[in-house]
């Protein structure tokens, strides 16, 4: 019996049970994979127990299939009873700050104000003056709330620029010397869509939030490209560890668009990309596509994402009511609805999908008006809207992403992560409808399932354990955090394979184990349909097979 974590040594050991037929080569598969237990995507039961692949595709599924087709020239692979599932596409990832923060000091579980000082205290030790400490992913609810401010660590990076981000990415903390660097002081007029949070006397607080950032990426200047380069193969290694066989990148910036076209110019190709732009750049994008095309089952474009509102964490989504722990706001707009509904009519009309980030209750609803508008404006196409997050929604919203053919991305880590603290913003009747996954696949609405990685971990497993227990990251919510929200197992993989294909065009070709779909695969050492819930994240990936080459285990 060949071990499962060598399986791929060929024939040895599998012959005698897996006898080879005469086919001619050219009809005999490449591989065989026997012995499978692999849920195919198609429904919650369908099941098989053998694929068979010639190059990239998958040609034969079912034991007999493959045996018809198994030649002398066949490698058999022996998964010993291994599960199996499509690959999975993880369809929300800021790919290129994630893979760099890989390298950067991490905040995210520094659990009072002293470890978070002392921490950046340490990294900023580290590095030679002048040069910009980054990365962070700091979470201020994890010691009960109370915001940083420059004066917390100016003591301990008198030489060392800081700019850390919050983990939802919407705000930043500096550091005096990085205010300086980045040209804000008390004379800095406020920014559209975005906040310079200011003391008493009207002095810089050191907390930049939403479209006020770009004053201090300015400051900073970008990665270099060898920078970019090597830290985005180390994340598509992570990824592929986890199962990850393609992810979208809805991004706000040409950075992972260019770094990808780099690779793939270079011939590196082990994961699947589609990767959007900004939506205020629609021009250029469609006139890529008109010289380019769409590019190909590797390296895709066609999208274009925007930024409406902020986020709950730093109370900048937008709502009809205000905070409850901050009765000063309702939350901000990021993008004027003018400029989101001349941009998304041009870029629907040029062909392009449009994704809008929507988290507050208020901007999802503006969010849904415009693009029926656009839909109406434009006529009948197959455009496919989406929206990044849908996080808090009204009760007439729900129906309205059915109606519309508008796909709920979503991110059910996000769930359990902010269920610890979000009653303080918005109090108990409004969460009714946040994070509504499984009233808005009752009403009919498709979905697709991504992390948010930096702000999320990476990983489809913690995906699924979150949308299936909903059970808060504090365990404060046993039962699951608005238990009538929480999805099946097979509705989750569905928003990590199915759902994920049809959000990226690309249903014909990916999310299925059938003949004629790529062979993308991700080989388990456990049914994850078979275990208890609460050990999702105990699966361990074996494999990970991006068109029909292993790429991981």
Same mark, same amino acid.
């Given at each position: 019996?060949?071990?499962? !974590?060598?399986?791929?040594?060929?024939?040895?050991?599998?012959?005698?049970?897996?006898?080879?037929?005469?086919?001619?080569? $050219?009809?005999?598969?490449?591989?065989?994979?026997?012995?499978?237990?692999?849920?195919?995507?198609?429904?919650?039961?369908? !099941?098989?127990? %053998?694929?068979?692949?010639?190059?990239?595709?998958?040609?034969?599924?079912?034991?007999?299939?493959?045996? %018809?087709?198994?030649?002398?020239?066949?490698?058999?692979?022996?998964?010993?009873?291994? @599960?199996?599932?499509?690959?999975?596409?993880?369809?929300?990832?800021?790919?290129?700050?994630?893979?760099?923060?890989?390298?950067?000091?991490?905040?995210?579980?520094?659990?009072?104000?002293?470890?978070?000082?002392?921490?950046?205290?340490?990294?900023?030790? !580290?590095?030679?003056?002048? =040069?910009?400490?980054?990365?962070? $992913?700091?979470?201020?609810? !994890?010691?009960?709330?109370?915001?940083?401010?420059? +004066?917390?660590?100016?003591?301990?990076?008198?030489?060392?620029?800081?700019?850390?981000?919050?983990?939802?990415?919407?705000?930043?903390?500096?550091?005096?010397?990085?205010? #300086?660097? /980045?040209?804000?002081?008390?004379?800095?007029?406020?920014? %559209?869509?975005?906040?310079?949070?200011?003391?008493?006397?009207?002095?810089?607080?050191?907390?930049?939030?939403?479209?006020?950032?770009?004053?201090?990426?300015?400051?900073?200047?970008?990665?270099?490209?060898? &920078?970019?380069?090597?830290?985005?193969?180390?994340?598509?290694?992570?990824?592929?560890?986890?199962?990850?066989? &393609?992810?979208?990148?809805?991004?706000?910036?040409?950075?992972?668009?260019?770094?990808? +076209?780099?690779?793939?110019?270079?011939?590196?190709?082990?994961?699947? @990309?589609?990767?959007?732009?900004?939506?205020?750049?629609? +021009?250029?994008?469609?006139?890529?596509?008109?010289?380019?095309?769409?590019?190909?089952?590797?390296?895709?474009?066609?999208?274009?994402?925007?930024?409406?509102?902020?986020?709950?964490?730093?109370?900048?989504?937008? @709502?009809?009511? %205000?905070?409850?722990?901050?009765?000063?706001?309702?939350?901000?707009?990021?993008?004027?609805?003018?400029?989101?509904?001349?941009?998304?009519?041009?870029?629907?009309?040029?062909?392009?999908?449009?994704?809008?980030?929507?988290?507050?209750?208020?901007?999802?609803?503006?969010?849904?008006?415009?693009?029926? +508008?656009?839909?109406?404006? $434009?006529?009948?196409?197959?455009?496919?809207?989406?929206?990044?997050?849908? =996080?808090? *929604?009204? &009760?007439? /919203?729900?129906?309205?992403?059915?109606?519309?053919?508008?796909?709920?991305?979503? &991110?059910?880590?996000?769930?359990?992560?902010?269920?610890?603290?979000?009653?303080?913003?918005?109090?108990?009747?409004?969460?009714?409808?946040?994070?509504?996954?499984?009233? *808005?696949?009752?009403?009919?609405? #498709?979905?697709?399932?991504?992390?948010?990685?930096?702000?999320?971990?990476?990983?489809?497993?913690?995906?699924?354990?979150?949308?299936?227990? #909903?059970?808060?990251?504090?365990?404060? $919510?046993?039962?699951?955090?608005?238990?009538?929200?929480?999805?099946?197992?097979?509705?989750?993989?569905?928003?990590?394979?199915?759902?994920?294909?049809?959000?990226?065009?690309?249903?014909?070709?990916?999310?299925?184990?059938?003949?004629?779909?790529?062979?993308?695969?991700?080989? @388990?050492?456990?049914?994850?349909?078979?275990?208890?819930?609460?050990?999702?994240?105990?699966?361990?990936?074996?494999?990970?097979?991006?068109?029909?080459?292993?790429?991981?285990?």
């Amino acid at each position: 019996m060949v071990d499962r !974590r060598g399986f791929i040594g060929g024939l040895a050991g599998t012959a005698l049970a897996w006898p080879l037929t005469s086919g001619a080569d $050219n009809t005999s598969l490449d591989i065989a994979y026997i012995n499978a237990r692999a849920w195919t995507g198609r429904g919650p039961v369908d !099941r098989t127990d %053998a694929i068979g692949t010639i190059g990239e595709r998958i040609v034969a599924i079912g034991a007999g299939a493959v045996r %018809a087709r198994t030649g002398k020239r066949t490698r058999v692979i022996d998964l010993e009873g291994a @599960f199996v599932t499509p690959g999975l596409v993880d369809c929300h990832t800021h790919f290129t700050k994630a893979s760099l923060m890989l390298s950067q000091p991490s905040l995210r579980d520094a659990a009072s104000p002293q470890e978070f000082v002392a921490r950046i205290g340490e990294a900023a030790r !580290r590095l030679p003056a002048g =040069q910009w400490l980054q990365g962070g $992913n700091w979470d201020q609810d !994890r010691w009960g709330g109370k915001m940083p401010t420059r +004066e917390w660590i100016d003591a301990v990076t008198p030489e060392t620029p800081v700019a850390v981000i919050r983990y939802d990415l919407h705000t930043l903390l500096l550091n005096s010397l990085a205010l #300086r660097l /980045a040209g804000i002081d008390r004379n800095t007029p406020d920014v %559209a869509g975005g906040v310079i949070e200011r003391d008493a006397s009207g002095e810089p607080t050191g907390i930049i939030k939403d479209a006020a950032k770009n004053l201090v990426l300015r400051a900073i200047g970008p990665a270099t490209d060898a &920078q970019i380069d090597a830290a985005i193969r180390e994340g598509i290694a992570l990824g592929l560890s986890k199962g990850i066989t &393609q992810t979208h990148t809805p991004e706000l910036e040409w950075i992972t668009f260019d770094a990808i +076209e780099r690779r793939y110019a270079r011939g590196e190709t082990s994961m699947r @990309f589609y990767c959007m732009t900004p939506l205020k750049d629609w +021009e250029k994008l469609a006139a890529r596509i008109r010289t380019r095309g769409t590019g190909d089952d590797w390296f895709r474009w066609g999208g274009s994402k925007v930024v409406f509102d902020g986020s709950l964490g730093s109370r900048t989504a937008l @709502f009809y009511e %205000a905070y409850d722990d901050d009765p000063s706001t309702r939350g901000i707009i990021v993008t004027d609805p003018k400029d989101l509904r001349r941009w998304m009519g041009e870029a629907d009309r040029a062909g392009l999908q449009v994704a809008t980030h929507a988290i507050g209750d208020r901007a999802n609803d503006i969010v849904l008006d415009i693009i029926a +508008e656009v839909a109406r404006a $434009n006529g009948p196409r197959d455009r496919r809207f989406r929206i990044e997050h849908a =996080q808090h *929604l009204t &009760q007439s /919203a729900i129906p309205r992403f059915a109606k519309q053919a508008v796909i709920a991305s979503i &991110q059910p880590y996000h769930a359990i992560d902010d269920g610890r603290w979000a009653i303080k913003r918005v109090g108990p009747e409004r969460l009714q409808t946040t994070y509504a996954f499984h009233s *808005l696949i009752a009403a009919g609405a #498709r979905i697709c399932c991504g992390s948010d990685w930096p702000v999320a971990p990476l990983g489809p497993l913690t995906g699924l354990k979150a949308a299936v227990l #909903r059970e808060t990251l504090d365990g404060r $919510n046993p039962g699951g955090w608005f238990p009538m929200q929480r999805l099946t197992l097979a509705q989750t993989l569905a928003g990590y394979t199915t759902g994920a294909a049809y959000a990226g065009f690309t249903e014909k070709k990916l999310g299925l184990l059938a003949p004629g779909y790529l062979a993308d695969l991700v080989v @388990f050492d456990r049914d994850l349909f078979a275990i208890d819930p609460e050990t999702l994240t105990d699966a361990k990936v074996l494999r990970t097979i991006v068109g029909g080459v292993q790429r991981y285990g």
